[in-house]
């Protein structure tokens, strides 16, 4: 992974999945669709999200590096 996580804060979806279609184009950190993503997350798979404001999701940095850790060890 080239992409360099924050030590703390928040990430929204596209900066976690990728957007190849911004400008300039955005890494996915988990190449997975936006579909396969809220499926994992409802089934407990990936992390849970925290709303910032009734229009803005996010995922604390924290529990993605926790994700993306606990994935590579099983590897």
């Known amino acids: 992974m080239n992409y ?3 030590e703390t804060g928040f990430l929204r979806l596209s900066q ?3 957007n190849p279609k911004a400008d300039p ?3 996915a950190i988990i190449p ?6 809220w499926n ?3 089934s407990g798979i990936y992390p849970k ?3 910032l404001s009734p229009r803005v999701t996010a995922w604390r940095v924290e529990d993605i590096r926790k994700f ?3 994935t590579n060890s099983e590897g």
């Open 4 to 6: 360099q996580l924050p």
């Open 16 to 18: 976690i999945i990728g």
């Open 25 to 27: 184009p955005i890494p």
């Open 32 to 37: 997975v669709k936006k579909t396969t993503w």
């Open 40 to 42: 994992g997350v409802k």
């Open 49 to 51: 999200p925290v709303k």
């Open 68 to 70: 993306i850790n606990a």
